[in-house]
């Protein structure tokens, strides 16, 4: 099974920049989908974005899209998640999944989990 590491979250100013990085090994990254989960205190999870494994095909939560762009490098075994001009509501722990068969939009769809890292928007 695919191990995945995220990396990158922390404390970033409304309207600044931030890029996470999930970083796969065991597993080849190339034979799966990725996609960025975010939880927030009190709520539920919820997908952020989806890349299909060559990264021809992307989707995205309606309040980030235009502001948030995923992308992968599959030679480095990585997928990104480029953060602009967030907001305090994106305030979160970030994930990433994988799953070798399909983006799903629920968070049961996939099989192979990060731990999270945590971005906060604030100024």
């Known amino acids: 099974q695919v191990q995945l590491v995220e990396s990158g979250g922390g404390l970033v100013q409304p309207g600044n920049s931030l890029k996470l990085s999930c970083v796969a090994s065991e597993l080849p990254l190339e034979y799966y989908f990725v996609g960025w989960f975010r939880q927030a205190p009190g709520k539920e999870r919820e997908m952020v974005s989806c890349?299909?494994?060559?990264?021809?095909?992307?989707n995205y939560l309606d309040s980030v899209a235009g502001r948030f762009t995923i992308s992968r490098d599959n030679t480095k075994n990585t997928a990104y998640l480029e953060m602009n001009s967030p907001m305090p509501e994106d305030t979160a722990v970030y994930y990433c999944?994988?799953?070798?068969?399909?983006?799903?939009?629920?968070?049961?769809?996939?099989?192979?989990w990060g731990q999270g890292t945590q971005v906060s928007v604030s100024s």
């Open positions: 890349i299909s494994t060559s990264g021809a095909i992307t």
């Open positions: 999944a994988a799953d070798a068969l399909k983006c799903y939009d629920f968070a049961e769809g996939f099989g192979s």
